[in-house]
């Protein structure tokens, strides 16, 4: 029997999770997805390091959770060296998956807490959503994204293109109506997640996913919500 790594715990959603799961895949750690619920929310005060909220990723050898997926993220970064080496690069590592964090809780209305209403949605979706979008193609193009090559930070993959393409790569898979957004503000972001989405594990993993969660995101009311502002 193969000796686990870790066990992450998410919903059978993308969303947070994917950030996660791409990164075990790409590193080739052998790992268990788990229900959420197997932890949250009883169970959240009384592991070690506690969190608020899923995912949380237990790492098997050290028998210690992390919450927070950024925290999560940059763990693994470390460990697989997945992080940039200059000093810059590295906290630019760090503040893309913020970012990317952020923008989550955005396009979910601060995580499922008010549906979207028209008004707000256009305000978000032809004002921050292509500002955000150019943040991550203007990091890239002047880190090491050319053309068809290179990665958000450098010429190396690092957690950064990982976390970009859990973002975007979902989130137009997601809502295939956003790619020509996409393309139009961050169009060497848009080949970026298609080459990450292309790496052999992820690809596989994307395509069970695909045929197992079909094109949900987030769940709930609140992709319903986007669903009828983007729809
Ligand atoms: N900042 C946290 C946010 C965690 C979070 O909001 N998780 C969602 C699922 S993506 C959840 O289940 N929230 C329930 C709650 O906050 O009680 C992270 O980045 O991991």
Redesign the pocket.
Known sequence: MIKLDYKLY??DLP???NFIQLMLEDVGAHYQRRD?SEI??ERSLKIHNP?????YLYECKTKTYF????A?LMHLGRKYDYLPKRAETHTLALKTILDC?DL?IEISNC?GQVMWERSDWEGFRFGRLPDWMQVFEKTGLSHGLKGQRGFLLGSSISVADIATAALFGTLVYSFPQLESDLREHAPHVADLCQRVEARPTIQSLLEKQRQEYGRGY?GGQIERSLRKMIG
Request: proline letters at 18%; one cysteine or more; charged letters at 5%.
């Open positions: 998410y919903w969303f947070r999770g959420a949250y929310p969190g608020m909220a899923p995912p919450a927070q997926m950024p999560a964090n989550l995580n987030c």
